[in-house]
């Protein structure tokens, strides 16, 4: 059942820290997962959090200029409201101004209007008091005296939309490189080496994804392992295999998402083991249960962790002579296929009732 509940900060509270609640995935702002994560602390209640990015998009002097240039315009889609966006342009000395040349003219072919209209490329922001956030941010970078290259203001009194704005701060600790603006503003920086490029690029405390151009396959290996990241692209940016764990480092998140990482994070996760090969059904009939060579993987889910415990802890009216008619039940949750293939070979089972039967034996003895 999938059921939404509207409501404000009081509402999310009561449902946070409710003790019925059995697992708790947030997305939004560091501040609020602070508080979202307390109350799940306080009943020890499995907590993942996909938060803000302040993301580099790093770009090299052997890089497709032209193909970078556009991919930046590119971060003012949906007006910035993208966690992941690639808001603080940082470009090579080298290629500062043929980087600016074209990133401009791609800029200057975006089109501010109604999301509905498929001509529309920079969409409304999402509420007024947001669109008096963002203000927040590009005047009080302007009093502090970063340089506004363009845009900063509102597109027209009274609508939900502010201009594509660029700024070059004084230095690197300005409040707009190191918070989360969530709108369409994006910050310039350069560096003339590759050790400071990455240096640029890891220093906010967010982590959630990063971009990378160059031209050099080394280079891209190299650095991608360097960013600070839970994502990073190379030459391209917004591309997911929805298989692949998704999720932040530092204040942009705790945990992982997508694929067999969400489901594991949604599982009970559980473990049950009876050395008999029959055990009582609730009907009081015995139930026959596979040998110890074959191996059972039961489903995630409480029932089924509740009825293998059940198993488990039932009084059996026998003793088991030996280990010949041991089974072991595991209920684990969705792994890989090289993992399920360890666990459950008929090898492994092989392996483990002949150490069973030299116990047994040495028992006897």
Sequence with gaps: MFNIVQGGAELGNALTSDPGIRRISFTGSAPTARIIGRNAAENIVPFTAELGGKSALLVFEDADIDAAAKKAAGQYDDSGQVCMAGSRLIVQDSVKEEFLSR????????????????????????????????????????????????????RKEGANWVEPTL??????????????????????????????????????????????????????????????????????FLVRDLTAPFGGIGISGIGREGG???????????????????????????????????????????????????????????????????????GRSTRSRRERDHWFSPSRGRERRRRHLGADRRAKD
């Design 103 to 154: 990133f401009h003219a791609y800029t200057d072919q975006h089109v501010l209007g109604d999301s509905r209209d498929p001509a529309t490329t920079v969409s409304a922001m999402i509420h007024p008091i947001h669109v008096e956030r963002v203000l927040g941010f590009i005047e009080r970078a302007r009093a502090g005296g970063d340089e506004i290259v363009r845009g900063g203001k509102r």
């Design 167 to 236: 700024i070059v701060p004084k230095h690197n600790e300005c409040e707009v490189v190191q918070n989360e603006v969530f709108g369409p503003v994006l910050t310039f920086q350069t560096f003339s080496d590759e050790a400071e490029g990455v240096a640029l690029a890891n220093s906010t405390a967010y982590g959630l994804s990063g971009v990378i151009y160059t031209g050099n396959a080394e280079r891209a290996e190299r650095v991608g392992r360097q960013v600070r990241g839970g994502t990073v692209w190379v030459n391209t």
């Design 260 to 330: 067999n990482y969400a489901l594991d994070f949604h599982s009970w996760k559980a473990a049950s083991e009876c050395i008999a090969s029959r055990v009582r059904q609730g009907d009081g009939h015995l139930a026959t249960l596979p040998p110890a060579s074959h191996r059972v993987q039961f489903p995630s889910g409480p029932k089924i962790c509740e009825a293998a415990v059940r198993y488990q802890s039932a009084p059996l009216p026998w003793t088991p002579r030996n280990s010949d008619n041991a089974a072991i039940l595991r």
